[in-house]
């Protein structure tokens, strides 16, 4: 599983479940912006 992550800057992060909500909120907020994938670290089974 991944997510998708926007740094903000000074430790303000906004994270994403799927990449259509990342870019559905980059392109009413930042349009210049860039989210990032990143796997999710799941505990050991």
Do not use: C, S
């Not at 909500?21 to 930042?30: G, S, T």
């Amino acid at each position: 599983m991944t997510v998708w992550i926007y740094d903000q800057g000074e430790d303000d992060l906004k994270v994403f479940a799927t990449e259509q909500a990342a870019q559905a909120w980059l392109d009413e907020n930042d349009r210049e912006g860039v989210a990032f994938e990143y796997e999710v670290i799941a505990p050991p089974a």
